[in-house]
C-alpha cells in the first residue's frame, strides 16, 4: 500500500507539472495569426457562425461575411472547433487557410482563401508597471501546483495532503473550450480530459477536506456520510466523462449526446453542485472557527477563512461586478481585477502552510511577522535593490534620450551604473540601515523588539553570575519577560555531574534529569535550539514543559552542561527562528558561564585538596621527624651525628642510633625506594621494624634477625618496592664495628692515617625477595678514624650541567673539616651538596658520621 501511494503522488505529480506548464506556454502565446471574425461553434449543427468580421481584416478581404456559417476548414469538417483552432489560432502570418462556407441564399457551400495576418497585441498591461503587476498572473496555475506537489511530497500518506493536491489539480485548471482550443493535437485529449476530471472533483473534494480538516466540523458530525456522497456522485459522472473527452479529444461528442435543453440542465446542475459544494466547505471552516473548537484547530481554521477572505472574496466581488455592469473581466480598469486576481494566489499557500505545519500561526501574527521581515530584517537588502533597479532605469532612459546614436550600450551600461550604486549602498548604508530598522522595529515591533533586547542583555549579563542559583534566576526572570513561556524548566549540571532541577521549575519537573544518548549526540552535533524529537516525547520532558522548544547549553568542549526546557508561549505563537538565534546566542554565553563555574569549583576542590593534602604531609613530616632520633646516648670511644635532608616535605630516608646497652651501640641508615609520601610510610614501617627487633639482638644473631626483618618488609610491601639497609653493631669496648650491608652505598671509613677503606655489600636490598641471604662483617675502629655512612643523594646529586657530586668530592668535604665539630663536618657536606646540585633537590641526602677518640 505504501508504495502504491508513492506510486500514485509521482503519476499525479506529474500530470499536474505537465498540465500547468502546457497551460503556461499556451496562454503566454501572444496569437501571431489573425483572420478577424467573431464566431461562435454550434456543436450540434458541426459549424462556425461567423458574428462580426472586422473591417480591413484578412477576413473580410477574402470574402467573409456575417452570418456565414464555416463548416471545414482546410477540408476538414469542424466535427469540433479544433480544426479551425489548429489552422487559424495556431497558424502563423502568411499562411493560406482555405475555409468552406454556406451563406444564405447560395445554394451551395464554397470555398474561399485567406491570408492569415499578424495579430494585434492583446495585452491588458501597457506600461512597464503593468507589465510587472501581470506578470505573476501569467503563472497562474504554477503556484497551485508547486503547493500541491511539495505538500504531496511531505505527506504522501496523509489523506488530507492527497485532497489538497488533487484540489489545486482542480483550481489551475482552464475553461474546457479555451483549452481545447489552445493546446495542440497531441495533448488536446489529456488537457481537455484533466480540465474536466479535476475541475469537476474539486467541489466534492473541496467540501470533504474541509469538513475533516483541521478536525470534524459540527455539520460533518451531524451528516457524516455527506461527504462520501459528494465524492461517489461527482466520480461516477466525472469520470467517464474526462475519459470519454481523453478518448475523443474534445469535449463535443459528449455534448452531442444531449439536446441543446439538456445541456442546460446538464451546465445548470453543474453549476448547483458547484456552488453547493463550496458553501458547504465555507460552513465547515466558519464552524471550526468557533471558540469551543480545540485551539490549534481552530487557529488553523481561521488562518484558512482569512486566507479565503482576502483571497476570494475580492474576487467574488469583481465578479459580482461584471455581470451588474455587463462588461468582461477586461474591461474593466487594469488596477481594479488585477490586484484581485494576485490576492487569490496566496490562497493555495496559505492553505498548503496550515496542511504541512502541525502548528500554524494565527493570521494577524503571520502578518506582523511577516512585514517585520520585510522592513526590519530584509528591509535594506529589498530599499538597496529598488534603488539599484531605480537607477539602472534612470540611465537606460536618460542616455536614450539625450544621446540617441548609443542606445544600444544604454541597456548595459544602465546596469553597470546601478550595480555600482547598489555595492556602494551597501557598502557605505550599513550602519544608517542598522538605525534606522531599530527605530522601525521598536516603532511598530515592540514585542519582538523587546524580547530581541532583553535576550541580548541575557547574553552579556550571563557572564558575571557567581553561582547556579543565581544564573538560574537570571535565565528564568529574563526568558519570562521576553518570550512568555507558559512553563520554564531549568537543569543544569551539578557538581556530581548530574542535570538538577534550579529556580522555579513547575511541580511535575524531576529533580534529575537524565537525557538519552541519541539526544545528547544530537545537541552535541547540532546544538541550535528546537522542537522535541520522538525519542524525547516518551520521557517527562514532554510532561515537563511540554518540549515546545529544547535549548542545549553547551561547554567549550560541546559537552552538555545544562537543558532549557521551554513551554508553548501564552500568546500561542511558536517560537521564530529569530527567537532561537537569540536563544541560541544566550545558551552559549549561559553554557560557558556554567562552564567557568563548573572550572572555579574543580580549582576550589582542588586547592582545598591541595591544602588538605599539604595539611597531612607536615604532619607527617613531623611525625617523620619524631622517627629520628632526637636524644642519643653517650659512648665512651666514639661520638657520632646523623643529619636527613629530604628533597619533599616526606622522604624514604631513614636513619637511627639504637642505645643496645652494656657499651653496644647500633647504626641504622636506610633508604626506601621512591620518594613522597608513599616512600615516607614505608621508612616508618622500617623503621618500626628495626626498633621492634633491636631488643633481641643480645639473643640472637644479627644475620637471622635481618632475615626476619627481610620477610616483614617484603610481606608488607609491594613486589617493585624495596629499601636498601645498614646495619652496624658497634661495641665500645673492644672498639670493632660488626655490620650488614643490605644493598646500600658502601660507607667510608677514613683511617687516621688517611687512608680510605670502603664497607662493601654484603647482602641484597631489604623487601626484593622473602628467600634472603645475608651475611656480615667486621672491622676494628680506632682513635682518630671517621665512619661515614650516606644516602645515594649525596653522591649520585647532579649539577645543572649534569654531572654528578660523587665520592671524590665528598672524600674532599669530609677531610677538609674532618677534625672539627661533628655538627660542622655535616654542615660542611651539605652545603657543599647543595651547591653543587643547585636550586632543585631530587633527592633525599642522609649522612651519619662516627669518630673515634
Given at each position: 500500500?505504501?508504495?502504491?501511494?508513492?506510486?500514485?503522488?509521482?503519476?499525479?505529480?506529474?500530470?499536474?507539472?505537465?498540465?500547468?506548464?502546457?497551460?503556461?506556454?499556451?496562454?503566454?502565446?501572444?496569437?501571431?495569426?489573425?483572420?478577424?471574425?467573431?464566431?461562435?461553434?454550434?456543436?450540434?449543427?458541426?459549424?462556425?457562425?461567423?458574428?462580426?468580421?472586422?473591417?480591413?481584416?484578412?477576413?473580410?478581404?477574402?470574402?467573409?461575411?456575417?452570418?456565414?456559417?464555416?463548416?471545414?476548414?482546410?477540408?476538414?469538417?469542424?466535427?469540433?472547433?479544433?480544426?479551425?483552432?489548429?489552422?487559424?489560432?495556431?497558424?502563423?502570418?502568411?499562411?493560406?487557410?482555405?475555409?468552406?462556407?454556406?451563406?444564405?441564399?447560395?445554394?451551395?457551400?464554397?470555398?474561399?482563401?485567406?491570408?492569415?495576418?499578424?495579430?494585434?497585441?492583446?495585452?491588458?498591461a501597457h506600461s512597464g508597471a503593468q507589465r510587472v503587476a501581470l506578470s505573476p498572473l501569467l503563472l497562474y496555475p504554477i503556484p497551485a501546483v508547486i503547493v500541491g506537489v511539495i505538500v504531496l511530497a511531505l505527506r504522501v500518506h496523509d489523506g488530507n495532503a492527497w485532497l489538497l493536491a488533487l484540489i489545486f489539480a482542480g483550481i489551475g485548471t482552464g475553461p474546457l473550450q479555451t483549452v481545447e482550443s489552445l493546446s495542440h493535437?497531441?495533448?488536446?485529449?489529456?488537457?481537455?480530459?484533466?480540465?474536466?476530471?479535476?475541475?469537476?472533483?474539486?467541489?466534492?473534494?473541496?467540501?470533504?477536506?474541509?469538513?475533516?480538516?483541521?478536525?470534524?466540523?459540527?455539520?460533518?458530525?451531524?451528516?457524516?456520510?455527506?461527504?462520501?456522497?459528494?465524492?461517489?456522485?461527482?466520480?461516477?459522472?466525472?469520470?467517464?466523462?474526462?475519459?470519454?473527452?481523453?478518448?475523443?479529444?474534445?469535449?463535443?461528442?459528449?455534448?452531442?449526446?444531449?439536446?441543446?435543453?439538456?445541456?442546460?440542465?446538464?451546465?445548470?446542475?453543474?453549476?448547483?453542485?458547484?456552488?453547493?459544494?463550496?458553501?458547504?466547505?465555507?460552513?465547515?471552516?466558519?464552524?471550526?472557527?468557533?471558540?469551543?473548537?480545540?485551539?490549534?484547530?481552530?487557529?488553523?481554521?481561521?488562518?484558512?477563512?482569512?486566507?479565503?477572505?482576502?483571497?476570494?472574496?475580492?474576487?467574488?466581488?469583481?465578479?459580482?461586478?461584471?455581470?451588474?455592469?455587463?462588461?468582461?473581466?477586461?474591461?474593466?480598469?487594469?488596477?481594479?481585477?488585477?490586484?484581485?486576481?494576485l490576492l487569490m494566489m496566496l490562497v493555495p499557500v496559505l492553505f498548503g502552510y496550515a496542511v504541512v505545519k502541525h502548528r500554524v500561526l494565527e493570521f494577524s501574527v503571520l502578518v506582523r511577522r511577516s512585514a517585520r521581515y520585510v522592513l526590519v530584517q530584509r528591509g535594506f537588502v529589498l530599499l538597496s535593490l529598488v534603488l539599484s533597479l531605480a537607477v539602472t532605469a534612470l540611465f537606460v532612459t536618460t542616455i536614450s534620450r539625450?544621446?540617441?546614436?548609443?542606445?544600444?550600450?544604454?541597456?548595459?551600461?544602465?546596469?553597470?551604473?546601478?550595480?555600482?550604486?547598489?555595492?556602494?549602498?551597501?557598502?557605505?548604508?550599513?550602519?544608517?540601515?542598522?538605525?534606522?530598522?531599530?527605530?522601525?522595529?521598536?516603532?511598530?515591533?515592540?514585542?519582538?523588539?523587546?524580547?530581541?533586547?532583553?535576550?541580548?542583555?541575557?547574553?552579556?549579563?550571563?557572564?558575571?553570575?557567581?553561582?547556579?542559583?543565581?544564573?538560574?534566576?537570571?535565565?528564568?526572570?529574563?526568558?519570562?519577560?521576553?518570550?512568555?513561556?507558559?512553563?520554564?524548566?531549568?537543569?543544569?549540571?551539578?557538581?556530581?555531574?548530574?542535570?538538577?532541577?534550579?529556580?522555579?521549575?513547575?511541580?511535575?519537573?524531576?529533580?534529575?534529569?537524565?537525557?538519552?544518548?541519541?539526544?545528547?549526540?544530537?545537541?552535541?552535533?547540532?546544538?541550535?535550539?528546537?522542537?522535541?524529537?520522538?525519542?524525547?516525547?516518551?520521557?517527562?520532558?514532554?510532561?515537563?514543559?511540554?518540549?515546545?522548544?529544547?535549548?542545549?547549553?553547551?561547554?567549550?568542549?560541546?559537552?552538555?552542561?545544562?537543558?532549557?526546557?521551554?513551554?508553548?508561549?501564552?500568546?500561542?505563537?511558536?517560537?521564530?527562528?529569530?527567537?532561537?538565534?537569540?536563544?541560541?546566542?544566550?545558551?552559549?554565553?549561559?553554557?560557558?558561564?556554567?562552564?567557568?563555574?563548573?572550572?572555579?569549583?574543580?580549582?576550589?576542590?582542588?586547592?582545598?585538596?591541595?591544602?588538605?593534602?599539604?595539611?597531612?604531609?607536615?604532619?607527617?613530616?613531623?611525625?617523620?621527624?619524631?622517627?629520628?632520633?632526637?636524644?642519643?646516648?653517650?659512648?665512651?670511644?666514639?661520638?657520632?651525628?646523623?643529619?636527613?635532608?629530604?628533597?619533599?616535605?616526606?622522604?624514604?630516608?631513614?636513619?637511627?642510633?639504637?642505645?643496645?646497652?652494656?657499651?653496644?651501640?647500633?647504626?641504622?641508615?636506610?633508604?626506601?625506594?621512591?620518594?613522597?609520601?608513599?616512600?615516607?610510610?614505608?621508612?616508618?614501617?622500617?623503621?618500626?621494624?628495626?626498633?621492634?627487633?633491636?631488643?633481641?639482638?643480645?639473643?640472637?644473631?644479627?644475620?637471622?634477625?635481618?632475615?626476619?626483618?627481610?620477610?616483614?618488609?617484603?610481606?608488607?610491601?609491594?613486589?617493585?618496592?624495596?629499601?636498601?639497609?645498614?646495619?652496624?653493631?658497634?661495641?665500645?669496648?673492644?672498639?670493632?664495628?660488626?655490620?650488614?650491608?643490605?644493598?646500600?652505598?658502601?660507607?667510608?671509613?677514613?683511617?687516621?692515617?688517611?687512608?680510605?677503606?670502603?664497607?662493601?655489600?654484603?647482602?641484597?636490598?631489604?623487601?626484593?625477595?622473602?628467600?634472603?641471604?645475608?651475611?656480615?662483617?667486621?672491622?676494628?675502629?680506632?682513635?682518630?678514624?671517621?665512619?661515614?655512612?650516606?644516602?645515594?643523594?649525596?653522591?649520585?646529586?647532579?649539577?645543572?650541567?649534569?654531572?654528578?657530586?660523587?665520592?671524590?668530592?665528598?672524600?674532599?668535604?669530609?677531610?677538609?673539616?674532618?677534625?672539627?665539630?661533628?655538627?660542622?663536618?655535616?654542615?660542611?657536606?651539605?652545603?657543599?651538596?647543595?651547591?653543587?646540585?643547585?636550586?632543585?633537590?631530587?633527592?633525599?641526602?642522609?649522612?651519619?658520621?662516627?669518630?673515634?677518640?
Amino acid at each position: 500500500m505504501r508504495y502504491l501511494r508513492v506510486a500514485g503522488a509521482v503519476l499525479l505529480s506529474a500530470a499536474m507539472i505537465v498540465y500547468a506548464a502546457a497551460w503556461t506556454y499556451y496562454t503566454q502565446q501572444n496569437p501571431g495569426a489573425f483572420l478577424g471574425i467573431v464566431s461562435d461553434y454550434d456543436g450540434w449543427a458541426r459549424h462556425l457562425d461567423v458574428r462580426r468580421v472586422v473591417p480591413g481584416s484578412p477576413a473580410e478581404r477574402a470574402g467573409l461575411e456575417a452570418e456565414d456559417h464555416i463548416v471545414a476548414v482546410n477540408g476538414v469538417p469542424l466535427e469540433s472547433p479544433a480544426p479551425f483552432s489548429d489552422a487559424v489560432v495556431r497558424g502563423r502570418p502568411g499562411q493560406v487557410v482555405r475555409l468552406t462556407l454556406s451563406r444564405e441564399g447560395t445554394p451551395d457551400r464554397f470555398d474561399v482563401d485567406a491570408i492569415l495576418g499578424v495579430g494585434p497585441d492583446r495585452s491588458p498591461a501597457h506600461s512597464g508597471a503593468q507589465r510587472v503587476a501581470l506578470s505573476p498572473l501569467l503563472l497562474y496555475p504554477i503556484p497551485a501546483v508547486i503547493v500541491g506537489v511539495i505538500v504531496l511530497a511531505l505527506r504522501v500518506h496523509d489523506g488530507n495532503a492527497w485532497l489538497l493536491a488533487l484540489i489545486f489539480a482542480g483550481i489551475g485548471t482552464g475553461p474546457l473550450q479555451t483549452v481545447e482550443s489552445l493546446s495542440h493535437p497531441s495533448l488536446r485529449g489529456f488537457l481537455v480530459a484533466y480540465s474536466a476530471l479535476f475541475s469537476g472533483l474539486m467541489p466534492a473534494l473541496f467540501y470533504t477536506l474541509l469538513a475533516r480538516f483541521p478536525v470534524a466540523s459540527a455539520l460533518d458530525r451531524r451528516v457524516p456520510w455527506l461527504k462520501t456522497l459528494m465524492v461517489v456522485l461527482a466520480t461516477v459522472f466525472f469520470v467517464p466523462y474526462a475519459t470519454w473527452i481523453f478518448m475523443a479529444g474534445s469535449v463535443w461528442p459528449f455534448v452531442r449526446v444531449l439536446t441543446p435543453a439538456g445541456v442546460v440542465v446538464v451546465d445548470r446542475t453543474i453549476l448547483a453542485y458547484f456552488f453547493v459544494g463550496i458553501a458547504l466547505g465555507f460552513v465547515s471552516l466558519l464552524l471550526n472557527c468557533r471558540a469551543g473548537v480545540e485551539a490549534t484547530a481552530r487557529r488553523k481554521a481561521r488562518l484558512l477563512g482569512w486566507s479565503f477572505a482576502i483571497g476570494l472574496l475580492p474576487w467574488m466581488g469583481l465578479l459580482a461586478a461584471t455581470r451588474y455592469l455587463k462588461r468582461d473581466l477586461f474591461e474593466l480598469p487594469f488596477w481594479a481585477w488585477v490586484p484581485c486576481s494576485l490576492l487569490m494566489m496566496l490562497v493555495p499557500v496559505l492553505f498548503g502552510y496550515a496542511v504541512v505545519k502541525h502548528r500554524v500561526l494565527e493570521f494577524s501574527v503571520l502578518v506582523r511577522r511577516s512585514a517585520r521581515y520585510v522592513l526590519v530584517q530584509r528591509g535594506f537588502v529589498l530599499l538597496s535593490l529598488v534603488l539599484s533597479l531605480a537607477v539602472t532605469a534612470l540611465f537606460v532612459t536618460t542616455i536614450s534620450r539625450v544621446l540617441p546614436r548609443l542606445t544600444d550600450a544604454a541597456l548595459p551600461t544602465g546596469i553597470a551604473a546601478g550595480t555600482l550604486f547598489g555595492l556602494a549602498l551597501v557598502r557605505t548604508g550599513g550602519a544608517v540601515a542598522t538605525r534606522v530598522t531599530r527605530r522601525i522595529d521598536r516603532a511598530f515591533f515592540r514585542s519582538a523588539y523587546d524580547a530581541r533586547r532583553v535576550l541580548e542583555e541575557l547574553a552579556q549579563q550571563a557572564g558575571s553570575v557567581q553561582d547556579r542559583d543565581e544564573l538560574a534566576a537570571l535565565i528564568d526572570g529574563q526568558l519570562k519577560e521576553a518570550l512568555h513561556p507558559c512553563q520554564l524548566a531549568i537543569y543544569l549540571r551539578d557538581r556530581a555531574g548530574l542535570l538538577q532541577a534550579f529556580g522555579p521549575c513547575p511541580s511535575d519537573s524531576p529533580p534529575v534529569l537524565e537525557v538519552p544518548q541519541a539526544l545528547l549526540r544530537q545537541f552535541e552535533s547540532d546544538p541550535r535550539p528546537s522542537g522535541a524529537p520522538p525519542e524525547v516525547r516518551a520521557l517527562p520532558l514532554r510532561r515537563v514543559a511540554d518540549a515546545e522548544c529544547l535549548v542545549p547549553m553547551l561547554s567549550r568542549r560541546r559537552q552538555l552542561v545544562g537543558l532549557l526546557l521551554l513551554g508553548p508561549r501564552l500568546s500561542d505563537e511558536p517560537y521564530s527562528s529569530e527567537d532561537k538565534a537569540l536563544l541560541a546566542s544566550m545558551a552559549g554565553h549561559a553554557g560557558g558561564a556554567l562552564e567557568n563555574l563548573m572550572l572555579a569549583e574543580q580549582m576550589a576542590e582542588r586547592i582545598e585538596a591541595d591544602r588538605r593534602a599539604a595539611q597531612e604531609v607536615q604532619i607527617a613530616a613531623e611525625v617523620q621527624r619524631r622517627l629520628l632520633p632526637v636524644k642519643t646516648t653517650t659512648m665512651a670511644t666514639v661520638e657520632f651525628i646523623g643529619r636527613c635532608v629530604q628533597a619533599r616535605s616526606v622522604g624514604g630516608d631513614y636513619y637511627d642510633f639504637l642505645d643496645l646497652g652494656r657499651g653496644r651501640l647500633g647504626l641504622v641508615l636506610a633508604d626506601v625506594s621512591g620518594k613522597g609520601l608513599y616512600a615516607a610510610l614505608l621508612m616508618a614501617h622500617l623503621q618500626a621494624s628495626v626498633r621492634s627487633l633491636a631488643g633481641r639482638v643480645a639473643s640472637e644473631d644479627l644475620v637471622d634477625l635481618l632475615g626476619s626483618l627481610n620477610r616483614s618488609f617484603a610481606e608488607s610491601t609491594a613486589g617493585n618496592h624495596f629499601a636498601t639497609l645498614f646495619f652496624g653493631l658497634y661495641d665500645d669496648d673492644q672498639r670493632r664495628l660488626r655490620y650488614a650491608n643490605c644493598g646500600h652505598q658502601p660507607p667510608f671509613l677514613l683511617r687516621a692515617s688517611g687512608v680510605v677503606e670502603r664497607l662493601p655489600v654484603t647482602a641484597g636490598a631489604v623487601g626484593f625477595f622473602v628467600d634472603w641471604a645475608c651475611a656480615t662483617a667486621e672491622v676494628a675502629i680506632a682513635p682518630g678514624d671517621l665512619l661515614v655512612l650516606f644516602s645515594d643523594g649525596v653522591t649520585e646529586a647532579m649539577s645543572p650541567g649534569g654531572d654528578e657530586f660523587g665520592e671524590s668530592r665528598l672524600l674532599e668535604a669530609l677531610t677538609a673539616e674532618r677534625h672539627g665539630p661533628l655538627n660542622e663536618v655535616v654542615d660542611r657536606v651539605v652545603t657543599a651538596v647543595r651547591a653543587f646540585g643547585g636550586v632543585e633537590q631530587s633527592d633525599d641526602l642522609t649522612l651519619v658520621i662516627v669518630r673515634a677518640h
